[in-house]
């Protein structure tokens, strides 16, 4: 009977798969945007590995905002979670010591050769200087998200338009030719002060500086960012297409999600937006038969504002990292679900189950990583740079202040940041 | 004997009041004082706090934003103090004594308002304000008024009076209400003494219903005044602050600086200053109030 015993614990042991001794359970927090992605992933992975269980709780930006850091400083909570990268949130969390640097898994995975510089930057921490883009790797990303102009192919063909505009100067000439139309050249909104406008600044500045410029004023690495001629001239530019009339009328009393719904519904030729916005968009324009098409705005550097998704990290108290890495591994390189989802992925792959709209965008988003053109989010260089940014871009495009009094606010709260830094 | 009991019948009665007491304690008065040492900290999210005295307080004094959202403040407190209590003593007033039919009703739906929270009814304002078809500028074009449409909420020179109408629409039922109940307590026979002796609608308004209403008056004051520092989630719904900080108001602004900031001492020590104009401005009401009677 005891040798019996023996031989049951033995076969016990040579089956138990390659996670062996260590916890086979991970707990995953998630948020709600792509959590239809990570439900039918996690559902896949446990099937696949029988020994394994994966569970999941769907947590918003703010409860996660509000509850992470508190939960991993008291060794509860997930194992892997997503973060907003940027030191009030992913930051706290490699200060705390709460999540483990990936580096290894990067080397291990690939995932170095997968996503280019850009893709990379906003998930590295420096907990000395507390600044992000420099340091270990302490998170990755399995989407990514990046800027693009939505156009109306039946009003473009109305205009005389036959081809989307292939460089800057054409995409100005066919908004005048819009407009002498009759026609509404571009949706927008910005009544709600959400980032639409800084995402305009940051699309037109990649007519007038390279990739650089953009890494160096978001994340101002040496404390010395400040602006200069080259979004003197992105400014002057906003600003006078808003005095010809190229966006909506009433753009500042209108919110961003009446504008998509506005362009949606035919009211404007183009509308500029995230590629997040992508399944609403095509829905909405479903319900109102309107033919769409997308392009990214042609400028003299290509860059578009974007970022990579929500980190996804590893908690130093998850029992089996190995394990949990092996899962993001999964997540970033299986791009079925993300094609089901209308999710954009960074990795390219499988898009059997994706919509013809949804493969163009796939595309779009790979030639902008292979160019290393995403220009990050520029309210992440100050923490109080999204307010400075949002409320100066509504007083430029209001024609209430010069483009050269906007770079002086955006200058003085560089400085304030600065002279903080240094206390 | 008789004082033994009165101090056994207060310490019984006492043990009804320590519940309340406890929760004032923990969730006011304690989180208020740990507040108040907070605005001598620079104190962010990231590192420890560093006692700096009266710096928080030094930076307001050369801040912009601090000096527009106050100046803010200020026009909603006068304004809501004004507006909404006239409008409320005049309604009060024809509703009490015009003797109209539906009066039950129309007192209902002028005090809905009040209590239908700020995000719906601001949510509701986008589309009255919109300057896509919104209902004011369809009215307006409708009734020959059509130069008159502006980009309401986007025009700096604009927005900080259409969310303040919002805010009068949106209390003016609820000093309604305060001036119903003091109504109810002036004795009808002075009405009838003062028509008798010659008096007309005015003289009765100006010699009866605002010397009975006095006491009536400063708590609808008071009570709009604390009003009008509340308008966070009125803006939030409506303008956002903007355009350009046209409508930041304090308590946003101390919320953005505190929680979307991180900086936690100025953020702190902007309440307390909300907390001092709130008090201050009670104060000197009740003060005029009193040196008046």
């Known amino acids: 009977m005891k040798r019996f015993l023996w031989i049951i614990l033995a076969c016990l042991v040579l089956v138990t798969p390659t996670f062996g001794a260590a916890s086979t359970k991970l707990l995953v927090w998630w948020m709600p945007d792509t959590a239809e992605t990570l439900k039918a992933a996690v559902k896949t992975y446990n099937e696949q590995h029988p020994n394994v269980n994966i ?89 990514a998200e990046f800027g693009l102009i939505f156009y109306n192919k039946d009003l473009f063909a109305k205009a005389g338009i036959k081809e989307t505009p292939k460089t800057f100067e054409e995409f100005e000439a066919d908004m005048a030719l819009l407009k002498s139309k009759g026609i509404t050249p571009m949706a927008y909104g910005d009544s709600d002060q959400c980032g639409r406008g800084i995402h305009w600044f940051e699309i037109l500045l990649g007519n007038y500086a390279p990739q650089k410029r953009f890494a160096d004023l978001t994340f101002d690495l040496n404390n010395k960012a400040s602006y200069g001629k080259v979004e003197l001239a992105a400014a002057a530019k906003f600003q006078e297409w808003c005095k010809k009339g190229y966006f909506m009328d009433g753009f500042l009393g209108i919110s961003s999600n009446d504008a998509q719904k506005m362009f949606c519904a ?52 998850c029992k089996n990292p190995d394990l949990a890495a092996d899962f993001l591994n999964y997540l970033v390189n299986d791009t079925k679900y993300h094609a089901q989802n209308n999710e954009l992925p960074i990795a390219k792959g499988d898009l059997s189950m994706a919509d013809p709209a949804y493969k163009e965008l796939c595309q779009l988003a790979a030639s902008t990583y292979a160019k290393n053109s995403i220009g990050y989010y520029f309210d992440w260089a100050t923490p109080t740079m999204f307010n400075t940014l949002n409320a100066g871009l509504q007083r430029l495009t209001g024609q209430k202040i010069t483009p050269e009094e906007f770079v002086k606010m955006v200058n003085d709260d560089f400085a304030k940041a600065h002279a903080k830094a240094k206390q | 004997m008789n004082q033994e009991r009165n101090w056994r019948n207060l310490w019984g009665n006492s043990l009804y009041l320590l519940p309340g007491l406890m929760l004032y304690l923990l969730f006011f008065l ?19 706090g560093v006692f700096v005295g009266l710096q928080n307080y030094q930076s307001m004094i050369s ?47 002028f005090f809905l308002p009040y209590i239908v929270t700020a995000v719906a009814i601001g949510i509701t304002f986008q589309w009255v304000y919109s300057p896509n078809n919104g209902l004011l500028d369809t009215v307006l074009k409708f009734i020959g008024l059509g130069f008159l449409r502006k980009v309401w909420y986007g025009d700096e020179a604009t927005a900080i009076h259409a969310v303040g109408a919002i805010g009068v629409w949106m209390t003016f039922g609820y000093m309604m209400l305060i001036f119903l109940a003091g109504l109810q307590r002036t004795d009808e026979s002075l009405y009838e003494a003062a028509k008798v002796d010659g008096a007309n609608v005015w003289h009765q308004f100006i010699n009866i219903t605002i010397p009975s209403l006095k006491n009536d008056i400063t708590i609808a004051i008071i009570f709009n005044i604390i009003n009008g520092l509340r308008v966070f989630g009125l803006v939030m719904a409506t303008t956002r602050g903007g355009p350009g900080n046209s409508t930041l108001v304090m308590d946003q602004y101390a919320i953005q600086t505190a929680f979307s900031q991180g900086d936690l001492g100025y953020g702190a020590s902007l309440t307390v200053v909300i907390t001092l104009i709130t008090l201050i401005v009670s104060l000197l009401v009740m003060w005029i109030r009193r040196e008046e009677s």
Request: charged content about 20%.
């Open chain 2, 30 to 48: 304690i989180p208020a004082f740990q507040n108040m040492i907070f605005s001598f900290y620079r104190m962010d999210s990231l590192t420890k």
């Open chain 1, 266 to 317: 035919g009211q404007a030729a183009m509308y500029k937006e995230g590629s997040w916005g992508t399944t609403d968009i095509f829905k909405d324009s479903k319900a109102t038969k309107i033919s769409l098409g997308m392009f990214l705005l042609p400028t003299k550097y290509g860059i578009t504002f974007g970022a990579p998704g929500p980190s996804i990290t590893i908690a130093r108290k």
């Open chain 2, 63 to 109: 801040d912009q934003l601090f000096q527009s959202a106050l100046f803010h403040a200020l026009y909603f407190m006068v304004l809501y103090a004004t507006i909404p209590v006239l409008l409320g003593l005049i309604v009060a007033i024809i509703l009490a004594r015009a003797r109209l039919k539906g009066t039950t009703l129309l007192r209902c739906v």
């Open chain 1, 55 to 143: 569970t999941y709780e769907v947590k918003t930006f703010d409860d996660l905002k509000t509850t992470l850091r508190l939960t991993l400083t008291n060794n509860e909570g997930p194992d892997i979670t997503q973060s907003n990268q940027g030191a009030q949130d992913m930051g706290l969390l490699v200060k705390d010591g709460s999540i483990i640097p990936l580096d290894k898994y990067y080397h291990k995975y690939g995932w170095n050769k997968l996503f280019g510089d850009a893709l990379i930057m906003p998930n590295r921490f420096n907990k000395d200087t507390m600044k992000q883009a420099s340091g270990p790797i302490f998170g990755v990303s399995e989407s």
